[in-house]
C-alpha cells in the first residue's frame, strides 16, 4: 500500500527534482530538506511569488526574498490517477495528487499528494497541512511535501 | 487604399489554396520516417492546390517540429527561402499560431507562398502519454512528475476538475465531446477511430485515466503529417480549390497564465479569455457567425472550457449546450470536430483541425454543415501561448 507508515507515498523511480542550473528554486529544495517550506516573499512591495523567478511579478525588483512559511492550506483541486504514466508506477494502483492553495501566502498554490487512502472522498476546500516525505536514500536526496487532512 | 495602410490586420489578406495529409496512423504504425511524413504532406498540399513545390518559399510550424525549415527547402528544391517561422512552446496550442504567423509573413510582405505544417512520429520520437529516461528534472516539472504528475493527462485533470466545480459541470457533458469526434470519424474514412463507434454506456464503462477523465476523454496519440499551403488573397482564385480565407487568429494567453506550478491566477480557464474576444474584433463577426468549430481536444474538458470562453455558452449551461445533438454535423446548433479531431482521427497535434476548418469552408467535408461560410479552430486548451483561428468564404470578406 501507499500509505504504509514509514514508506513514501509513491514508489522510488520517478524523476528526482533538482535545482535548475542557474540554481532559481535551490532555496525551495533546500528548505524542504530542512522540514521548512521557503517561498518567495518579494522585500520591497509584499507581493508573494510561486514558482520562483528571478523577479517580483508586481514591482520589479530583482531576487526575491525567500520567507519560510507554514505548511498548511486548503485543497484548491484534485485528481485520481489510475493510469501509470511511469514505469515506476505500474502495478501501484491509483493515487491521489492535490493542489492546496495558501491563503496566507498570497494564494499561492503547491502541488502534491494526499496522504492516506488512495479511494478517499476529496472534497474542494478541505483544509490539509503538510507532511515532509524525505527520500534519504536517493541520489540525489530530496525531500517533497505531502499533504494530509486536518 | 489608405484604409489598408492603416488598418492592421489578417482579415480577408492570405487565403488557404492547398491542403494535404499523410496517413495517419497509431503511434509506431507509420513505415516512414518523421521528415518523410513531413514531406508527402508538404506534396500533397502542393498537388492539392496544384502548385510547384519548387514555388513555396517559407514553413511555419510549432511545437518545436524537428523537420527544420532549411533541410525542407533544400529537400523539395525550393527557389528561395524567404520565411522561416516557429512558434514557441504551448504543444498543440501553436496549431492556430502557426498558420498566424504565417499569414502575417505574407501580409508583412516577407513572402508569397507559406506552407504551414506539423509532422509528428510518436513512434520514433516517443509517446507524450509516458515518461521515459528522465533521473533528474528541474523546473516546472520538479514540482510536479515527483508526485506522480507526469503525463498530459495529470496535468490538466486539476483544472478541468476545478473548472467543474465552479461551474457545476457534469461528466456528461465531456462525454458529449468525446461522442461527437467519434460520431464525426465514423464518416471519415481517414481516421483512425473510423469502424470504432463509440456510445455512453462504452464511454461511462471505459477505465479512468485520471479522474475526471476516462479513456474516452483522452486524444490519441498517432504518426502522420499535415499541412496547408497560404498565398496572398490577390493570388488565392488562380489555384484548383475555391480559398478558404483567414479572417482572424489570435495568439498568447492572460495575465500571468504562465505562472508554474498551477499558479495562474485564473486557474480554471482555457487560456482564451483575452483571445477570444481578439479573434472576434479583427474577423468582424460574433460567435453566432460561426457555423462550425473544430477545438483541440487534448482532454474533453477543455474542450468545455474554450467553447465557453469563445462565447458559444455560458459555463453554467454547459451541461444543457453539450448534448450530443448540439454537436453533430450537418446540422446541429454548434457542430464540433467533424472529422474527429484529435479524439478519433488522428492527433496530428491539432493541425487536422486546420484542414478540416479549410474542408468544411470548401464544402468538401465528409461531415459538410450547413452553415460554412465562418469556421474556427481554437489550438491547445488550457496551455500557454494558446492560439485560435476563423476561415471563412469568398461571401464573408
Excluded at chain 2, 230 to 253: D, I, M, N, Q, T
Excluded at chain 2, 341 to 358: I, K, P, Q, S
Amino acid at each position: 500500500m501507499s500509505n504504509r507508515a514509514g514508506a513514501t507515498y509513491l514508489p522510488s523511480g520517478l524523476p528526482i527534482p533538482v535545482a535548475e542550473p542557474d540554481g532559481l528554486s535551490a532555496p525551495y529544495w533546500a528548505g524542504l530538506r530542512q522540514n521548512r517550506l521557503m517561498v518567495q516573499r518579494c522585500g520591497h512591495c509584499n507581493t508573494w511569488q510561486f514558482g520562483p523567478e528571478w523577479l517580483c511579478h508586481r514591482c520589479h525588483a530583482f531576487d526575491p526574498e525567500w520567507t519560510e512559511i507554514e505548511p498548511r492550506g486548503r485543497i484548491f483541486s484534485w485528481e485520481r490517477v489510475w493510469h501509470p504514466s511511469h514505469k515506476a508506477l505500474r502495478e501501484h494502483g491509483p493515487y491521489l495528487a492535490v493542489l492546496v492553495e495558501i491563503a496566507h501566502a498570497g494564494g499561492v498554490r503547491l502541488v502534491g499528494n494526499l496522504l492516506g487512502d488512495p479511494m478517499q472522498a476529496v472534497t474542494i476546500g478541505t483544509d490539509v497541512e503538510g507532511v515532509f516525505e524525505h527520500h534519504s536514500d536517493s541520489n540525489p536526496p530530496y525531500t517533497l511535501l505531502q499533504w494530509r487532512s486536518r | 487604399m489608405a484604409r489598408a495602410r492603416t488598418e492592421r490586420t489578417l482579415r480577408g489578406r492570405v487565403a488557404v489554396v492547398g491542403i494535404g495529409e499523410t496517413d495517419y496512423c497509431r503511434h509506431g504504425a507509420s513505415p516512414d520516417p518523421e521528415f518523410k511524413l513531413a514531406l508527402k504532406a508538404i506534396l500533397a498540399a502542393c498537388n492539392d492546390a496544384g502548385l510547384d513545390p519548387r514555388d513555396i518559399d517559407g514553413f511555419s510550424s510549432y511545437s518545436d517540429d524537428r523537420s527544420e525549415a532549411s533541410r525542407l527547402a533544400a529537400a523539395l528544391g525550393t527557389r528561395r527561402l524567404r520565411t522561416a517561422t516557429m512558434q514557441w512552446g504551448g504543444g498543440g496550442g501553436g496549431c492556430c499560431a502557426a498558420v498566424a504567423n504565417a499569414a502575417a509573413a505574407i501580409v508583412a510582405g516577407l513572402a508569397d507562398c507559406v506552407v504551414v505544417f506539423r509532422a509528428l512520429a510518436q513512434g520514433q520520437y516517443g509517446r507524450f502519454g509516458q515518461t521515459v529516461g528522465i533521473d533528474t528534472i528541474s523546473g516546472e516539472k520538479a514540482y510536479l512528475m515527483p508526485y506522480g504528475v507526469l503525463a498530459p493527462p495529470q496535468r490538466f485533470a486539476m483544472q478541468v476538475r476545478r473548472y467543474m466545480h465552479e461551474h457545476g459541470v457534469r461528466q456528461e457533458a465531456l462525454r458529449a465531446i468525446a461522442l461527437a469526434s467519434y460520431h464525426h470519424a465514423q464518416a471519415n474514412p481517414r481516421a483512425v477511430m473510423h469502424g470504432k463507434p463509440l456510445d455512453p454506456d462504452k464511454y461511462d464503462a471505459s477505465r479512468w485515466i485520471v479522474e475526471p477523465f476516462h479513456l474516452y476523454d483522452c486524444c490519441m496519440e498517432n504518426d502522420g503529417a499535415a499541412a496547408i499551403v497560404l498565398v496572398p488573397e490577390e493570388r488565392a482564385r488562380e489555384f484548383r480549390h475555391k480559398p478558404a480565407y483567414v479572417l482572424g487568429a489570435a495568439v498568447g494567453s492572460g495575465y500571468r497564465t504562465g505562472a508554474i506550478p498551477h499558479n495562474s491566477p485564473l486557474y480554471a480557464s482555457a487560456s482564451f479569455e483575452t483571445l477570444a474576444p481578439d479573434l472576434y474584433r479583427m474577423a468582424g463577426v460574433g460567435p453566432s457567425d460561426v457555423g462550425v468549430v473544430q477545438s483541440y481536444e487534448n482532454f474533453t474538458g477543455g474542450v468545455v472550457m474554450a467553447l465557453a470562453e469563445h462565447g458559444f455558452f455560458k459555463p453554467e449551461e454547459a451541461n444543457d449546450f453539450l448534448t450530443l445533438e448540439n454537436l453533430v454535423a450537418p446540422s446541429g446548433r454548434l457542430p464540433l470536430n467533424t472529422s474527429g479531431g484529435n479524439l478519433a482521427e488522428c492527433y496530428m497535434h491539432g493541425f487536422e483541425l486546420v484542414l478540416e476548418a479549410v474542408r468544411q469552408v470548401r464544402g468538401v467535408s465528409t461531415n459538410q454543415v450547413r452553415r460554412n461560410d465562418v469556421a474556427m479552430v481554437i489550438g491547445g486548451p488550457m496551455v500557454t501561448p494558446a492560439s485560435n483561428l476563423l476561415l471563412g468564404s469568398d461571401a464573408t470578406l
